[in-house]
């Protein structure tokens, strides 16, 4: 196995009682490299989480991986608040840090870094669910991991948690760490991972690079018009239906669907013909990506 | 590199100081034990039998009552609970070998459930020398006493973690437990008994009575504890001479009945889908 590969996961099967979960698992993940599980609920992202950290074993494939699992090398965050509430944070982290069998000089700094700290000395019961969520990220910044796996890291989190931990995780992986995470959306999550695993009922449904993924998925941007009153939609429509692949026309709303070679045309053509109040062009996106393998593929 | 087991142990014995759950079982000890022990100085006194054997034989019935189901309640949840909130996931992924867990689990239940029951009887001993009751016999018997509690408790707590590494939910272990403490210390006897006393009873020769005994650690505890001060107290006379097995063996029969659920509650875990 080459030196830079991390994980490499060939022909995975998993089932729990005669229920088979994951169907033939293809992953390689290599050092330093990001990746988001991204599916709906079902899909086997945990269980797949579950296989990455040793807590489970396949029923069949191959694991050619570096020795990480049960090791400091790895750090896992679970998706549910898995703390002792009768014990304080500084208490946990000092449980945590002698079953890692790290010191615990690190144990302020990561407080302060995940910005817990001045609750330390509270009893993690009256800790809020956003509290309790960084606190399992600070247990699991604890041994200065080279992995870390997150489960669904986001759930619940309010705005200025979220921002916290993508600040966070950015810069571990500007760091050279691995992330993996798992998510119900890619939103949010492109500046941390460059990598996207999409999972469908048990089975990686797709896969790459993100923007590899967008560009192979032959994607639509979009362009969102709000006519004049004296424009009309079906002239515009008429003057560029050979450039667009779509168009969806809702009142003085219209919106186009286009491949991103046409946008400098299309563009030109509208400004010529009709009458515009507003516009808005987005390129196709992660979230189209997500939208086209959960809803069409 | 600390040991997990270790770590694991002192944190868990830190929680049962913590919750008052070590005082709660140590004063229960303490109270029923010395109630047993006054009460079996005044009411036995004058009818023939032994002081001595009344008060070892009343604290073992003590024991065979209450160290099953403060074992069985202190154990029940400490695998089921952590996999129900989540933290069992968490752990595993930490660098602890499964059955270091369940090792950690244990060994600090059995430990907290000791301290209570030294500290429990043992301030009997304490308080019955302030008043020059204290007799070398006595002192001997309790410890002989506490010594066989302790590795009743051990039996129970290990049982309570194979329930708890068993079930999945919280509420189902309790139920498990109970029916675990009715069948060891009430059921067994009784169903024996009524085997020997019906017209079936000759099937059941004294030898095979006597390893059918090695089943229940119950039995084990009361002919071990109970010794030679059952002698004078007519069915566990009876009992002594059916039982053919030295105390060594029935000991060893006990730590085998502490190692074996364990073994078997590792095994679980191990293949236990979290």
């Known amino acids: 196995m080459p030196k830079n590969i991390l994980i490499n996961y060939k022909n995975i099967n998993f089932s729990y009682k005669d229920v088979q979960i994951l169907f033939d698992i293809n992953i390689t993940i290599k050092k330093g490299e990001s990746v988001a599980i991204v599916g709906h609920n079902g899909a086997g992202k945990t269980t797949l989480i579950k296989l990455l950290i040793g807590v489970l074993e396949p029923n069949s494939g191959t694991i050619n991986s570096t020795h990480y699992i049960q090791t400091n090398k790895l750090s896992f965050m679970p998706e549910h608040s898995a703390l002792y509430g009768h014990l304080s944070g500084i208490e946990l982290m000092h449980y945590f840090a002698e079953l890692k069998g790290v010191g615990f000089k690190d144990i302020d700094k990561i407080l302060k870094l995940v910005k817990i700290d001045f609750a330390m000395y509270k009893k993690i019961s009256q800790y809020s669910k956003g509290m309790k969520q960084r606190l399992m990220l600070a247990q699991a910044l604890l041994s200065d991991p080279e992995i870390l796996i997150l489960d669904e890291p986001y759930s619940g989190l309010d705005p200025s948690s979220r921002r916290l931990f993508s600040y966070i995780l950015q810069d571990l992986s500007a760091k050279g760490k691995s992330i993996i995470l798992s998510s119900h959306t890619l939103e949010g999550l492109t500046d941390i991972v460059d990598n996207v695993i999409f999972m469908k009922k048990g089975r990686v449904a797709l896969s ?21 009153k004296e424009s009309s939609a079906d002239k515009i429509i008429k003057s560029i239906q050979h450039l667009i692949t779509s168009h969806m026309l809702s009142h003085n709303k219209l919106t186009l669907f286009y491949k991103t070679t046409n946008n400098i045309e299309i563009l030109r053509t509208i400004v010529n013909i009709a009458s515009i109040q507003d516009i808005d062009i987005n390129k196709a996106n992660v979230n189209d990506a997500y939208y086209l393998i959960y809803d069409k593929l | ?59 073992s019935s003590l024991s065979i009552f209450f160290i099953p189901l403060m074992a069985l309640f202190l154990s029940y949840d400490s695998i089921v609970g952590e996999s129900e909130q989540g933290s069992l996931l968490l752990m595993l992924s930490y660098p602890i070998k499964r059955h270091q867990f369940i090792l950690g689990k244990f060994f600090a239940n059995w430990i907290s459930l000791s301290i209570a029951i030294v500290l429990g009887y043992c301030s009997i001993l304490l308080l019955l020398s302030f008043g020059s009751n204290l007799t070398i016999k006595f002192t001997y018997a309790s410890f002989g006493l506490i010594y066989t509690s302790i590795l009743l408790g051990g039996i129970f707590t290990a049982m309570a973690l194979l329930v708890s590494v068993v079930v999945v939910q919280r509420s189902t272990a309790i139920i498990y437990c109970i029916a675990i403490w009715l069948f060891f210390v009430i059921f067994f006897d009784m169903l024996l008994l009524i085997v020997l006393t019906s017209e ?40 002594s001479n059916v039982v053919v097995f030295s105390q060594f063996i029935l000991t060893l029969s006990m730590l085998i009945w502490i190692i074996a659920p364990l073994i078997y509650a590792i095994y679980l875990l191990r293949g236990k889908n979290l």
């Open chain 1, 208 to 228: 790459g690079k993100i923007k590899t993924v967008i560009d192979n998925l032959d994607l639509n941007d979009k362009i969102k018009l709000t006519l004049d």
């Open chain 2, 1 to 59: 590199m600390s040991n997990p087991i270790l770590t694991i142990c002192v944190r868990e014995i830190k929680n049962t100081i913590n919750n008052h759950y070590l005082l709660g079982m140590t004063l229960l000890l303490a109270t029923l034990s010395l109630f047993l022990v006054l009460l079996s100085d005044t009411s036995f006194s004058g009818s023939g039998v032994n002081n001595l054997s009344m008060q070892i034989t009343s604290l």
């Open chain 2, 200 to 239: 079936y009873g000759y099937i059941i020769s004294a030898d095979m009575l006597s390893n059918i005994l090695l089943f229940n650690p119950i039995d084990m505890f009361r002919i071990i504890s109970v010794g030679d001060q059952g002698n004078n107290l007519l069915p566990l006379h009876s009992l």
